[in-house]
Structures are given as structure tokens and as C-alpha cells.
């Protein structure tokens, strides 16, 4: 596993959501409460970017038939989505926010 960075720190307000690339892997960064998280950037039901989305709180929920995610464990909160979505480990150092990928 080896971080790769995704972007600065003031690039993800509190309570936004950005889909990004981590050498080549959809991802979408979190900021919940100035804590990040990330998860890929595809709903498990339609294979829909979830960075077209909402987010509220740690909730996130796909725009095209409302599937809904834990963004701090990828668990699924609502149907039509059938399984987990894939979850980053995130740090912080200094301004810049990095993602592990593999």
C-alpha cells in the first residue's frame, strides 16, 4: 500500500464531497466535520458516479435511485445498493491530503 496525493486540504470544504484521481482510481474525498474519508467514486447498484451525489453527515447517497453509504466504513444504509463500496485509508500531512491505494 503506498499514499498517493489527491489534492490540499482547502480543497474539500467541510461537508463537501470531490471525486478525484489516485493514480488512476476513482475516488471520492470526504470532508465530514473537517475529518476526510474517501471510498471509490461508483455506487455498487448502477455502477453510477457517487461524486453526483449528496452528502450529509457521514451519509452519502447516489443520485440516480438514492443508495446510500457510510463514507467513514462503505456500508451500505439503503437500498438499491446491494454491497459495501470500496474505502481508502486517508492522512493529512500538513496542507496535502493522500490516499492509500495499492
Known amino acids: ?13 467541510e461537508g463537501e464531497m470531490k471525486g478525484l484521481d ?3 482510481e476513482a475516488v471520492l ?7 476526510f ?3 471509490h467514486d461508483e ?8 461524486s453526483e451525489g449528496t452528502l450529509e453527515g457521514h451519509c452519502l447517497t447516489c443520485l440516480l435511485h438514492g443508495g ?9 444504509l439503503a437500498l438499491p445498493a446491494y454491497g ?3 474505502t481508502y ?4 500531512e500538513g496542507d496535502d491530503v493522500f490516499v492509500a491505494v495499492e
Open 1 to 13: 500500500m503506498r499514499f498517493v496525493r489527491v489534492c490540499g486540504v482547502g480543497e474539500v470544504g
Open 68 to 76: 446510500r453509504f457510510d463514507v467513514r466504513t462503505g456500508e451500505v
Open 89 to 92: 485509508v486517508v492522512k493529512v
Open 37 to 39: 474519508f474517501a471510498v
Open 22 to 24: 489516485a493514480d488512476g
Open 29 to 35: 474525498l470526504c470532508n465530514v466535520g473537517g475529518e
Open 84 to 86: 459495501p463500496v470500496k
Open 43 to 50: 455506487c455498487t447498484h448502477e455502477c453510477f458516479p457517487l
